[in-house]
T-cell receptor
Framework: AQSVTQLGSHVSVSEGALVLLRCNYS??????LFWYVQYPNQGLQLLLK??????LVKGINGFEAEFKKSETSFHLTKPSAHMSDAAEYFC??????????FGAGTRLTVKP | KAGVTQTPRYLIKTRGQQVTLSCSPI?????VSWYQQTPGQGLQFLFE???????NKGNFPGRFSGRQFSNSRSEMNVSTLELGDSALYLC???????????????FGPGTRLTVL
């Protein structure tokens, strides 16, 4: 069965530090890949997406992610964390058969 | 363009009751998906509707059902509520996921259901 794994349910970084949120999936079928962010008491908002083309994609708020097919990964990064980045982040891996899977989510805490 | 709206935002029910949640997608979006979000289970896919037809279904019991109307608005129904059904129910709309140009999902703010 296809699955999505987000390593680390909680990640804590200091303000200004690198943010790295990990996402791996299990499938031999090329997927569509998304990262969403959820702020408290809100729905999910798209950060960035990969469908085809360049494997390094840039999103909103300074986030970017790189699709590595050989590693079946789509890790989310941001060079310098800001207090406003504190939220929950979800990796979404969608396959051609519409069998969509979200990761369990990673809660990011940013310390001053 | 108005975003995805969900009503009601908050709901309190007791065990055994049934509940209906509503979702209005972004204008022009024909696909509506429903998710259940709980602290323990994360975000779980319930079902997806496209052009009034259920196209995909997650692994939930038959107590959870949904439908989509000709204007793409969707409702989900949970019958015989259990304590474990307490969750945030999220609705997402998109033009047509699964098409050649995959379109991302646009989420509503959710309906927070509490079952007592």
């Amino acid at each position: 069965a296809q699955s999505v794994t987000q390593l680390g349910s909680h990640v804590s970084v200091s303000e200004g530090a690198l943010v790295l949120l990990r996402c791996n999936y299990s499938s031999s079928v090329p997927p569509y890949l998304f990262w969403y962010v959820q702020y408290p008491n809100q729905g999910l908002q798209l950060l960035l997406k990969y469908t085809t083309g360049a494997t390094l994609v840039k999103g909103i708020n300074g986030f970017e992610a790189e699709f590595k097919k050989s590693e079946t990964s789509f890790h989310l990064t941001k060079p310098s964390a800001h207090m406003s980045d504190a939220a929950e982040y979800f990796c979404d891996v969608s396959f051609l058969n519409n069998d969509m899977r979200f990761g369990a989510g990673t809660r990011l805490t940013v310390k001053p | 363009k108005a975003g995805v709206t969900q009503t009601p935002r908050y709901l309190i029910k007791t065990r055994g009751q049934q509940v209906t949640l509503s979702c209005s997608p972004i204008s022009g979006h024909r696909s509506v998906s429903w998710y259940q979000q709980t602290p323990g289970q994360g975000l779980q896919f319930l079902f997806e509707y496209f052009s009034e037809t259920q196209r995909n279904k997650g692994n939930f019991p038959g107590r959870f059902s949904g439908r989509q109307f000709s204007n793409s608005r969707s409702e989900m129904n949970v019958s015989t509520l259990e304590l474990g059904d307490s969750a945030l129910y999220l609705c997402a709309s998109s033009l047509d996921p699964g098409g050649v140009d995959y379109n991302e999902q646009f989420f509503g703010p959710g309906t927070r259901l509490t079952v007592l």
